[in-house]
T-cell receptor, first 112, second 112 residues
C-alpha cells in the first residue's frame, strides 16, 4: 500500500533545540494526523488537522496542514529527553474513507 | 480518555498454532482496525470493522481472519501461525465518521 514520505528519517539533537519534520504526498489529502510512538508501545495521537493552512498547537508541538494539501509539518520547540520516539504522519485522501495512510516515520533522539 | 487495550503485550507461539489476539475499546467506537507493523514497511492494515458482525479486508488479509461479536471487542485470528507472521500487531478504534484513530499498546507476536 501507499506510504507517505517523511523527512528526515532520523534526527539526533541536543536537549533544548527546536525540531522540524515534514510529510509529503503526491496527491491531495483531506486530513492530516501526527502520532508519536515510544519503543514497544502503540502510536499516540498528538495533533489532528482538517483544513488547508490550519495551524494547531499541543503544548510544545505545533503542526500545520500545508496550503497545497500535499504536505504537513510538525515542529517541537525546546526539546526534552522524553520527546524521544518515532513520529508518524497519517492522512486520508477522501472524506468518504477513514482508512489512514501512514508515513514512514521520523526517529528522534534527544541528548542531554 | 479513549482507552484501547490488547490482551497480551508479548506472545510466543509455535508454527501451525491457532492464535487469538483480542482488542477492547471503552469509548463506544463503531470502527475498529487491526494493523501489523514491521521495520521498513510501516503500518499495514489487515482488517477493519464498521459494526458488530461486519468486517472488511484491508491491504494484507491473507492468513488472518477477524471476529466482532460485540461492539467493544475486535479479535484477530491467525488460523495457522507461520514465522512470517512474527510482527507487532496494533489495534485501533474511531467513531463512525471520525478520522482520529486511537491505538492500543500493541502485541509483539513471535512465531517460532
Amino acid at each position: 500500500g501507499q506510504q507517505l514520505n517523511q523527512s528526515p528519517q532520523s534526527m539526533f539533537i541536543q536537549e533544548g533545540e527546536d525540531v522540524s519534520m515534514n510529510c509529503t504526498s503526491s496527491s491531495i489529502f483531506n486530513t492530516w494526523l501526527w502520532y508519536k510512538q515510544d519503543p514497544g508501545e502503540g502510536p499516540v495521537l498528538l495533533i489532528a488537522l482538517y483544513k488547508a493552512g490550519e495551524l494547531t498547537s499541543n503544548g510544545r508541538l505545533t503542526a500545520q496542514f500545508g496550503i497545497t494539501r500535499k504536505d504537513s509539518f510538525l515542529n517541537i520547540s525546546a526539546s526534552i529527553p522524553s520527546d524521544v520516539g518515532i513520529y508518524f504522519c497519517a492522512g486520508t485522501r477522501s472524506y468518504n474513507t477513514d482508512k489512514l495512510i501512514f508515513g514512514t516515520g521520523t526517529r528522534l533522539q534527544v541528548f542531554p | 480518555d479513549v482507552k484501547v487495550t490488547q490482551s497480551s503485550r508479548y506472545l510466543v507461539k509455535r508454527t501451525g498454532e491457532k492464535v487469538f489476539l483480542e482488542c477492547v475499546q471503552d469509548m463506544d467506537h463503531e470502527n475498529m482496525f487491526w494493523y501489523r507493523q514491521d521495520p521498513g514497511l510501516g503500518l499495514r492494515l489487515i482488517y477493519f470493522s464498521y459494526d458488530v458482525k461486519m468486517k472488511e479486508k484491508g491491504d494484507i488479509p491473507e492468513g488472518y481472519s477477524v471476529s466482532r461479536e460485540k461492539k467493544e471487542r475486535f479479535s484477530l485470528i491467525l488460523e495457522s501461525a507461520s514465522t512470517n507472521q512474527t510482527s507487532m500487531y496494533l489495534c485501533a478504534s474511531t467513531t463512525r465518521s471520525g478520522y482520529e484513530q486511537y491505538f492500543g499498546p500493541g502485541t509483539r507476536l513471535t512465531v517460532t
